[in-house]
């Protein structure tokens, strides 16, 4: 006899505390929309600012960006510095820089006649400064000679690579001058005091990463060593960079373009300030001595 089949009740789903969480599908990190927000920024867009100060990572793309533009402008130098280190100075050479040299100071004679200064004084002026070179390029050349581990084109052309990679760490005369993480944090610490005196409102980690965009129109710094063009484009990759940090304090601490402005030229101020204060202390110090 058949009997007939129950029919089976499908089981419940489980609960959904229960259930395997969803995995998201990793995101990959899209260099082309990153450029394009760089490119966003250089062109004073308030919105490319604004999303960097509001990333959880603002500080880290900050550091990354100075760090990658730094290293790119600093590239001519390197291969400048490993050709210089792959091809020595011969005997020829040394002989050349000692005679210009003296030539260069020999022609000095006559400004120097002027001011009270005799020939003979300054002649045997000329004669010590080039017995000193000539001792300075000797002392080398004996240096260069002596034995190493690591052979010599190896060993100079790591030097070089050394100093390309110490690029980011360097310091600037001018505040904001070149794309560095120290003129990036020491400057931007005084700034970001600044603004928060004026009303700024943002946090540290998005105040550093949106101004580290001040360091994107340095990347023409690249072509600061063509000839003639190379100190007009260093110029333009300054104004441009300090028009950006004072576009990016704006943002990131939502102050108007004035007190942005205040805030990051206070530092500079107070720093002139207390210089011309030290000045004009020891000129008073050495009046009274007098």
């Known amino acids: ?98 005679i210009a040299l003296r030539e260069m100071l020999g022609a000095a004679g006559p400004w120097m006649a002027r001011l009270g200064l005799s020939t003979a004084a300054w002649t045997a002026a000329v004669d010590e400064v080039a017995d000193a070179f000539d001792m300075g390029l000797q002392v080398s050349q004996e240096i260069d000679q002596l034995p190493t581990r690591l052979p010599r084109p190896v060993g100079r052309i790591l030097e070089a690579f050394g100093g390309w990679l110490s690029a980011p760490f360097s310091v600037a005369r001018l505040p904001l001058a070149v794309a560095s993480l120290g003129v990036w944090l020491g400057y931007g610490v005084w700034v970001m005091l600044a603004a928060r005196l004026l009303g700024g409102r943002g946090s540290l980690s998005g105040f550093f990463g949106a101004t580290a965009l001040y360091a994107v129109p340095h990347a023409l710094d690249l072509l600061r060593w063509l000839p003639f063009i190379g100190g007009l484009i260093g110029v333009i990759a300054y104004i441009w960079g300090v028009i950006v940090y004072i576009k990016a304090t704006q943002a990131s601490h939502d102050l108007s373009f004035e007190r942005a402005l205040i805030a990051v030229l206070a530092p500079l101020a107070l720093a002139v300030l207390i210089i011309a204060g030290l000045f004009s202390m020891l000129s008073g110090i050495v009046w009274l001595r007098s």
């Open 1 to 98: 006899m058949n009997v007939p089949e129950t029919p089976q009740t499908p089981a419940a789903p489980p609960p959904a505390d229960e259930r395997p969480a969803a995995v998201p599908a990793p995101q990959g990190w899209q260099l082309h929309g990153w450029f394009s927000r760089l490119w966003d920024a250089a062109r004073l867009h308030t919105p490319a600012y604004a999303g960097l100060a509001g990333r959880q990572d603002a500080f880290f793309q900050g550091f990354l960006i100075v760090l990658l533009v730094s290293l790119l402008a600093g590239a001519p130098g390197f291969v400048g510095d490993v050709m210089a280190a792959l091809q020595r100075p011969s005997a020829d050479e040394t002989a050349e820089r000692s």
